[in-house]
């Protein structure tokens, strides 16, 4: 359901409390007692007994002589159903269910009687929520919180009082401050939405156990991120033992695991602890805009740069090297004894200007933060080194994070960098994993902005033969494929494979086949119940002869039917011995998560691949940017590029089969698992060696079940217009640069009059918001023709924003200025509008200037309800109905 009537929950302006009592210690007494104590807006008491609260209480809804537009229920579980339904008939739109103890059936008569009313659920088994700036405490917290602009949603009751109580003592203050409880309507995905666009809310902080409904958690997840920083803890890290899996794949893609490859495609930042939260939300609040990828060090002590260099080293941030030309400008202003090295430093005897000199020289590097160590001394107080150092650690872009070591003599140093917006850190460890936070954090927005096509330019599967495979093996009955299938599937899909030949359980047809492929050869034992061939001896590499085959094959098929008798036993496959000289070993695999969907794995491969457990895992699609990113996150990354006398390997080799393993999921449903271990790759390419493909009729994948929706590829059209080519489709991430042009070709009038906006000049964030979309919520349609250069240009664009409940959609329509009255418009419009009817959109409005006879005559044309605007009278309402 998302934001609908969330206003009511978190801006209401009359409050009842069901169950308001006078009891010290109970629910209803703590929750009338918070809400007395500070709420601004109307206060209703309800309570059969009527206890003495100091005001009239009502025994019952019917008594209260308004509808309350928030409902606090503390009365016993039964009673909640029927509550909840007589609330919805009398008006209210917004309810927190604080009772615990809710059956399965009366959470559903519950959820039942408020949908029908649209009225919102914050609970049940729930503390409340808190929203300090209206005085607002609608929960059994033993604290009020201060007001703020951080927002904090908690899964667990428990973790909302003691944040509470944390962030009291250290006098961090709230936007709003909630919790979820069981989450049965107001969820993450909704509590997203709404603050993602909330003006007070600068940032958002979540604890999270359990996700519902991923996709919609993705969705508003991506646009908050968009908009602010979004940082959570969530509980369930550690491995709960291992778990039987058929394929390496299966039992390395652990959920936690695609959890944090959900997140890092949401754009949000994961940490692992409650203060971590806090340290990662002031860097970005304070830091956000900083992308350096290196750290400078800056102290007046050998020991504290040391720490803070062997915190960098354990946390992957790279400290910078000192350019000659700085080592030479440091020279000139420090002692002769300084360290001439990153981490610098400048001698505990530094008077303020040493620093000043030095923190000068260092910020010219524009490629890395510094971090301002300083211990203190007899020799220059802490708080006049921070004062003679305003003046730079101010300068813009932000460059310097702050270590202020020790308590009281730095108190007053401390003081003055957080009063001037800069970081302040008391260890240096808690400065540089703050500052890795930030680098993930930046890597973390760079993968939102990627929004890959369904088919990835360069790659043109078989589909038709690809299916076809599919078919004929669940037409049989089989759940894996074997391996000659399984390799067939891959080479159709575009990942080169070794040549393979079948042969019966003979071993003198192993010879034959070895004979005809060339020696040496690999033998595999091949049964479609054995998929782990080496757990049972079924695999024998480089046999250089007849003999060598012949005895290989016989002792396999003795040892295969010892270990496993149940198999039954097609053959064997027979494959030349690739051997490459630095070639390395990966896995690429592909299994679906019950919760986000189909899920990509790359990392190291081999026999001992989960020993290893050398892998990262991402969720498609995928383009070439986020494989690239995926292969980095892995140790075996530092391998690929090249080390001493081996090359690096070919990366776009591997880049086309992990897209390939991406675009098998969009396309071919039913896929459940894929497993390639090893995919050899070098210098001059990759190939698979061996593959495993679990296939199911029950479709558990296919573009439907991805987390997040891929590029529309169906939607892009081409027809003619005035005797050219025109081709209508969905904007893409890539089209940024066209999109400036086209923006830059049209009048300022027309963009005032269209949009109502009258800058010359579109910064390039702006631009990616223009153009890096989310498909589910949101669609805009650009015309495109041959330029006169022979390359593509944007001709038009309308675009439709939904709400996230998807009930309406306001419009955006723009033509290129020499274009206007060729009927350009109106084939936009038109197609937008065909495209919201089948979205399943209700309505889409839009606001006209009055002046603006164009645009009212076009949507007139359409069919759209012209009405004055209820807020500007030089406005036009336009609105066209889109569902019966």
Not at 808 to 831: H, P, Q, W
């Amino acid at each position: 359901m998302s934001i609908r009537n969330l206003e009511f929950l978190f801006a209401p302006r009359r409050v009842a409390v069901f169950g308001a009592s006078d009891r010290p210690h109970s629910v209803g007494g703590t929750v009338w007692r918070n809400l007395s104590r500070g709420f601004q807006g109307e206060l209703f008491a309800v309570n059969p007994r009527q206890p003495a609260l100091g005001v009239p209480v009502a025994r019952d809804l019917a008594d209260l002589p308004v509808a309350p537009d928030l409902a606090v229920i503390c009365t016993p579980p039964a009673t909640v159903p029927g509550l909840i339904a007589s609330l919805g008939e009398r008006g209210t739109r917004a309810a927190v269910v604080v009772t615990a103890g809710l059956d399965a059936a009366h959470k559903q008569a519950m959820l039942d009687a408020a949908r029908r009313h649209t009225l919102r659920i914050l609970g049940p088994n729930c503390i409340g929520m808190l929203v300090p700036h209206l005085g607002l405490n609608a929960s059994f917290a033993h604290a009020d919180a201060q007001p703020g602009n951080i927002a904090f949603v908690s899964q667990s009751g428990a973790l909302v009082t003691a944040v509470l109580d944390w962030a009291n003592d250290r006098g961090i203050g709230f936007s709003h401050f909630v919790s979820l409880g069981e989450h049965a309507d107001v969820d993450f995905g909704d509590m997203l939405d709404y603050l993602g666009s909330d003006a007070r809310t600068r940032a958002i902080l979540m604890y999270v156990e359990s996700i519902t409904a991923p996709r919609k958690f993705m969705s508003a997840a991506r646009a908050a991120a968009r908009n602010k920083p979004v940082i959570l803890v969530k509980a369930g890290r550690s491995a709960q033992g291992s778990r039987a899996a058929a394929s390496h794949t299966g039992a390395l893609a652990g959920s936690d695991d695609v959890f944090d490859a959900a997140i890092s495609r949401a754009g949000m930042l994961r940490v692992n602890t409650l203060h971590q939260l806090f340290l990662a939300v002031e860097l970005l609040a304070r830091f956000r805009d900083n992308r350096s990828e290196q750290l400078l060090v800056l102290t007046n002590g050998g020991g504290a740069g040391v720490m803070a260099a062997d915190a960098a080293a354990h946390m992957g941030v790279e400290l910078a090297s000192l350019s000659p030309e700085t080592l030479a400008r440091l020279d000139a202003v420090l002692p002769g004894n300084w360290s001439r090295a990153n981490p610098v430093d400048i001698i505990g005897d530094a008077p303020a200007q040493r620093y000043v000199d030095a923190l000068r020289i260092l910020r010219e590097d524009r490629d890395s933060a510094i971090l301002f160590i300083q211990a203190p001394t007899a020799i220059v107080p802490s708080d006049t080194i921070a004062e003679a150092l305003l003046p730079l650690v101010t300068e813009r872009p932000p460059r310097v994070l702050g270590c202020w070591l020790g308590h009281g003599a730095v108190a007053e140093a401390r003081a003055r960098f957080r009063a001037a917006g800069i970081p302040d850190y008391p260890t240096p460890e808690e400065a540089v994993r703050a500052f890795s936070f930030l680098r993930q954090y930046h890597r973390h927005q760079a993968e939102l902005m990627q929004t890959p096509p369904a088919l990835p330019e360069g790659l043109a599967p078989d589909l038709e033969g690809i299916r076809q495979l599919v078919r004929e093996a669940l037409a049989s009955g089989c759940e894996w494929l074997t391996e000659p299938q399984a390799k067939e599937l891959l080479r159709r899909a575009g990942v080169p494979v070794t040549p393979l030949r079948s042969v019966p359980a003979d071993p003198q047809a192993a010879v034959a086949a070895a004979d005809a492929l060339g020696y040496p050869v690999v033998l595999k034992i091949l049964s479609s119940d054995i998929t782990h061939k080496s757990d049972v001896g079924g695999v024998r590499l480089n046999l250089h002869g007849a003999q060598e085959v012949l005895e290989a094959a016989r002792a396999m098929l003795e040892r295969v039917a010892q270990r496993r008798p149940d198999a039954r036993i097609e053959g064997f496959t027979v494959q030349p011995m690739v051997r490459r000289r630095h070639a390395h070993e990966l896995i690429i695999g592909a299994s679906i998560d019950p919760l986000f969907g189909p899920v990509i794995l790359f990392g190291q491969g081999g026999t001992a691949v989960e020993v290893l457990a050398d892998r990262a895992l991402a969720l498609p699609p995928l383009n070439v940017a986020l494989a690239e990113s995926l292969i980095e996150r892995t140790r075996i990354a530092r391998l690929l590029r090249g080390y001493r006398d081996v090359p690096p390997a070919h990366r776009p080799s591997i880049h086309t089969a992990l897209l390939a393993v991406s675009q098998l999921l969009a396309d071919v449903p039913e896929i459940a698992e894929i497993d390639i271990n090893p995919l050899i790759v070098d210098a001059d390419g990759a190939v698979a060696l061996d593959a495993r493909v679990r296939i199911s009729a029950a479709c558990p994948a296919g573009a439907a079940r991805f987390a997040i929706r891929p590029y529309p590829q169906e939607l892009v059209e081409t027809l003619d217009w005035h005797g050219q080519t025109l081709t209508v489709r969905p904007i893409r991430p890539e089209d940024e640069a066209q999109h400036l042009a086209f923006l830059e070709r049209v009048d300022p009038e027309d963009i005032r009059m269209r949009i109502f906006y009258s800058r010359r000049s579109i910064e390039h964030s702006e631009l990616a918001r223009l153009t890096q979309i989310d498909y589910d919520r949101e669609m805009a349609f650009i015309a495109t023709r041959v330029g006169p250069d022979g390359t593509p240009e944007t001709i038009g664009v309308v675009r439709a924003i939904c709400d996230p409940d998807n009930d309406t959609a306001e419009y955006g329509i723009l033509v290129r200025s020499d274009l206007k009255g060729m009927g350009l418009g109106r084939l936009l419009m038109e197609r937008l509008i065909r495209y919201l009817r089948s979205h399943g959109t209700r309505r889409i409005v839009g606001t006209v200037l009055r002046e603006n006879k164009g645009m009212l005559g076009l949507v007139e044309r359409l069919g759209f309800a012209i009405t004055p605007h209820p807020e500007d009278p030089d406005l036009r309402h336009v609105e066209l109905p889109l569902q019966p």
